[in-house]
């Protein structure tokens, strides 16, 4: 098997948007190509350097069917296919996966990879039912549907969390002390002048109209932010009754895209803003739990992915995580030895919001640049999905 590569820099990521909120007119798909367009130029990555593209996208959007085609070509590189993936929280570990396999295959030597979705102003979507009574149909609002009811559990996000708190007898106090670390840790990325964000995201950010002609606004960073404190959040009462899990101690939905490219160790070097620094895209880990036990998923994937990369927990350098809830970190550390308190650093998902489809692809490019700043590693980055499931990558910097 070839190698497979991410030059260094040559990824990017929009600030996110709080649900309704900055990015809540922009067609995902479009505002991919948009931003994907922006970032090869400012970046001097020529169009001709692909020959194939993964879109991962989870909320339907008008003329999506056409996928990755339609959007290579708003970027400006008509010239490739690829396929369109929806994995619920692990599409961006997916799309990852497909694109390794392509480069590692000798499929291809160059994939763009992108991956967006807007949460906000989702589709409300109708299934025709000739045979029911009257010919009465069945519908359902995309986002908060899905969100709210497992068809084959028949429960929802929550209480995955709810239950994974109860078997491992996670306290609300425990989920918001984790929520003030995490909190901590992003206020890192905003340290100087939001230094680390910059690494990887244009700031300010140009929020351009429905029809990319001009600028309606700016965005300075990510937003939709709580600035929980402790007072705030001891205040908060469990969502379900007899719960432990808060509005304070759950992710919030929100708007963006990331992308990145992968290809081979050669060409890597080719296309590196650093040649010396070297991003190889190690292992992958897929698990699937028992019903309605989501977040912890995590452990079995990851453990998955450490297993084929021939390292230990001991081993990684630094750990970021998808984490919809507080619980996830918890219970993730409590089974491998993770330090709780040391993992995601300078931000995650708990804090900077879920977009689906770009949020683990973020993390990832996080991961990359934190392991950067220490000189080199091994990282790793898991997240839970719908359907009690997960991935895990892990990914090895060398400098």
Request: aromatic letters at 10%.
């Given at each position: 098997m070839?190698?497979?590569?991410?030059?260094?820099?040559?990824?990017?990521c929009s600030p996110f948007s709080r649900w309704q909120g900055s990015l809540q007119h922009l067609h995902s798909?479009?505002?991919?190509?948009?931003?994907?367009?922006?970032?090869?130029?400012?970046?001097?990555?020529?169009?001709?350097?692909?020959?194939?593209?993964?879109?991962?996208?989870?909320?339907p959007q008008q003329f999506s069917f056409?996928?990755?085609?339609?959007?290579?070509?708003?970027?400006?590189i008509d010239h490739i296919g690829g396929p369109t993936i929806s994995q619920a929280c692990a599409t961006s570990a997916r799309v990852l996966s497909v694109a390794a396999q392509e480069i590692g295959t000798g499929s291809a030597t160059c994939v763009l990879a992108v991956t967006t979705d807007r949460l906000s102003n989702g589709p409300h979507l109708f299934y025709p039912r000739p045979k029911a009574p009257g010919g009465i149909g069945a519908h359902e609002?995309?986002?908060?549907?899905?969100?709210?009811?497992?068809?084959?559990t028949q429960g929802d996000m929550t209480q995955t969390a709810e239950n994974c708190a109860g078997k491992w007898n996670v306290s609300t106090a425990e989920q918001h002390e984790v929520v003030l670390r995490r909190l901590q840790q992003y206020g890192d990325a905003l340290n100087d002048d939001s230094a680390f964000l910059k690494r990887f995201m244009t700031l300010p950010f140009e929020v351009p109209d429905p029809r990319f002609k001009k600028t309606v606004t700016s965005m300075d960073g990510d937003?939709?932010?709580?600035?929980?404190?402790?007072?705030?959040?001891?205040?908060?009462?469990?969502?379900?009754?007899?719960?432990?899990?808060?509005f304070g101690g759950q992710t919030h939905p929100a708007d963006g895209a990331a992308g990145m490219v992968?290809?081979?160790?050669?060409?890597?070097?080719?296309?590196?803003a650093d040649s010396a620094i070297t991003i190889k895209i190690v292992a992958f880990g897929q698990a699937r739990v028992e019903k309605s036990l989501m977040p912890a998923a995590t452990?079995?994937?990851?453990?998955?992915?450490?297993?084929?990369?021939?390292?230990?927990?001991?081993?990684?350098?630094?750990?970021?995580?998808?984490?919809?809830?507080?619980?996830?970190?918890i219970i993730f550390a409590r089974e491998t030895g993770a330090d709780l308190m040391s993992m995601n650093n300078y931000g995650s998902s708990l804090i900077?919001?879920?977009?689906?489809?770009p949020t683990g692809m973020r993390a990832m490019i996080e991961l990359i640049e934190e392991l950067t700043l220490l000189g080199g590693g091994w990282g790793l980055f898991q997240g839970c999905a719908a359907g009690d499931t997960a991935m895990a990558v892990v990914l090895k910097v060398g400098g």
């Open positions: 070839i190698g497979s590569y991410i030059p260094y820099g040559a990824y990017w798909v479009e505002f991919a190509a948009h931003l994907t367009r922006s970032a090869l130029a400012s970046r001097g990555i020529d169009a001709d350097v692909f020959d194939a593209g993964v879109l991962g996208m989870t909320v056409y996928g990755l085609p339609w959007l290579a070509g708003m970027a400006g609002d995309w986002v908060p549907g899905n969100m709210g009811f497992d068809p084959y937003e939709g932010i709580f600035q929980s404190t402790a007072e705030g959040l001891e205040k908060l009462q469990p969502v379900k009754p007899g719960g432990t899990i808060t992968v290809t081979t160790e050669a060409k890597a070097r080719e296309l590196s452990i079995p994937a990851s453990r998955q992915a450490l297993e084929r990369a021939g390292i230990g927990i001991a081993d990684l350098a630094a750990i970021k995580s998808h984490n919809p809830f507080a619980v996830n970190d900077w919001g879920h977009p689906q489809g």
